[in-house]
C-alpha cells in the first residue's frame, strides 16, 4: 500500500518584522559611539539615513558661505571647547573656506581654470577659552581637532575674569547676604558671556563672523546661556538633535576622542550634560521630535506655550516627558527677541 505524501512543515515568514522605514539607533558601547539600524521595530530613533547627513553637509557648507558672503564676513570665528558641537562647526566652516573649495575643484575637474569666488571666506580661526572649572582633556582635545583640521588656534584663558568677578560679588555681598559666593551655575553662565563677548571682539578684529554651536537639542530645551553660548551670528547645526551630530561627526571623522566622551558643558567638575538632565540625549531627543511633529517649527515659540502633556506620555515614560515639557516651556524666553514697546 502506498504511504500517504509526508505533510510539508508551515512555511516560514521571512519577510523582516522591521518596517522599511525603520529608524536608526546611537548606541555607546566601551567608550565609543556606533550607529546601528534598530534591530527592535519599536525602538525609536531621531537618526535618518548616512545619505541624509551627508546631503545635511553639502547644504550647510553652502549655507556657511552665502551667510558669511550677505553680511561681508571675510573669515569665521569658532569657540572651541573640545566637545563635539564645536568640533563639528569647526570642520563644517573648514569646508566653506576658499582654499578648501579650490581642492574640491581641482580633484573634482582638475583641468578647471575657473575662478574662486572672491567673496568666498578666506579662514576659520579657532578660540579655546577654559575657565577655572575647564578640564586639561578637553584643551588637548581642542588642540587633537586644531591639529587634524590645520586650523589656527589661539587659547585665552578666563581665570583673571573669573577670579575678578568672584572678589567683586565677594566685596559686595553684605553681612545679611547668606550667599556670599556665586553659585557653579553662576559662574558658568558668566564664563559664557564672556566667551561670547570675547569671540565677537575677536571676529571684529578679523573681519569675521563668529559661528554658533548650539545643537536643535539645546536650543528646545534652553540648555544653554542666553547672551552666553546661545548667541552667535548664523548657526549651522541648530536643526540638528544632539543625537544626530554623533552620526555627524562620524561621518566628518571627527577623532574618536572627542565623539566618545560624554557631553558636559564643564560649569563645574564632573559634571555632565545627561547627569544634569537626567536622561540620555538619545531619549531626550524622541520626546523632542515629538513635540516638533505636533506642535511645529521650534522656533515658533507661540507653537510650544501650551504642550499636552498627556499626549508625550502617551508614547514616553511620563518622567522623561514631564521634564522635557517643564525645560522646553519655562525656557522660551531664550529663544525670542527682547520685547520692544511701541506705542
Known amino acids: 500500500m502506498r504511504k500517504p505524501p509526508l505533510a510539508k512543515p508551515p512555511r516560514k515568514n521571512t519577510k523582516s518584522t522591521i518596517p522599511k522605514n525603520s529608524t536608526k539607533s546611537a548606541s555607546h558601547e566601551n567608550g565609543k559611539i556606533t550607529i546601528k539600524p534598530n534591530k527592535n521595530p519599536r525602538t525609536k530613533s531621531v537618526l535618518k539615513s548616512k545619505k541624509y547627513y551627508e546631503n545635511f553637509i553639502k547644504k550647510s557648507v553652502r549655507f556657511l558661505q552665502k551667510e558669511a558672503k550677505k553680511r561681508g564676513a571675510e573669515n569665521f570665528v569658532v569657540g572651541l571647547s573640545g566637545g563635539i558641537d564645536s568640533a563639528v562647526v569647526a570642520c563644517l566652516c573648514k569646508m566653506a ?162 565623539i566618545s566622551k560624554p557631553p558636559s558643558a564643564e560649569l563645574y567638575a564632573g559634571q555632565s550634560d545627561e547627569a544634569e538632565l537626567g536622561f540620555s540625549y538619545d531619549k531626550i531627543d524622541i520626546v523632542l521630535e515629538a513635540i516638533c511633529e505636533k506642535y511645529g517649527d521650534f522656533r515658533e515659540v507661540k507653537n510650544f506655550q501650551k504642550i499636552d502633556i498627556k499626549t508625550l506620555c502617551d508614547k514616553n515614560p511620563k518622567g522623561i516627558a514631564k521634564m522635557v515639557k517643564k525645560r522646553v516651556t519655562q525656557n522660551l524666553f531664550k529663544r525670542t527677541l527682547p520685547k520692544i514697546f511701541v506705542p
Open 97 to 258: 573656506t576658499k582654499k578648501q573649495m579650490r581642492k574640491k575643484q581641482i580633484i573634482n575637474n582638475p583641468k578647471s581654470t575657473k575662478p574662486q569666488d572672491d567673496k568666498t571666506p578666506k579662514a576659520v580661526f579657532t578660540l579655546a577659552l577654559p575657565s577655572l572649572s575647564s578640564s586639561e582633556k578637553s584643551l588637548e582635545h581642542a588642540k587633537e581637532l586644531a591639529t587634524t583640521l590645520d586650523l589656527h588656534l589661539e587659547i585665552l584663558p578666563l581665570e583673571d575674569y573669573q577670579n575678578a568677578f568672584l572678589q567683586s560679588r565677594t566685596n559686595s555681598a553684605t553681612k545679611s547676604d547668606t550667599q556670599k559666593k556665586p553659585l557653579p551655575l553662576e559662574i558658568g553662565n558668566f564664563c559664557a558671556r564672556i566667551r561670547m563677548a570675547l569671540l565677537y571682539d575677536y571676529s571684529a578684529q578679523k573681519k569675521a563672523i563668529v559661528i554658533g554651536t548650539s545643537n536643535k537639542s539645546e536650543l528646545m530645551l534652553g540648555y544653554g546661556t542666553i547672551f552666553g553660548d546661545l548667541a552667535c551670528a548664523i548657526n549651522p547645526i541648530g536643526s540638528l538633535y544632539k543625537t544626530e551630530i554623533f552620526a555627524l561627526a562620524k561621518i566628518l571623522k571627527i577623532p574618536d576622542s572627542i
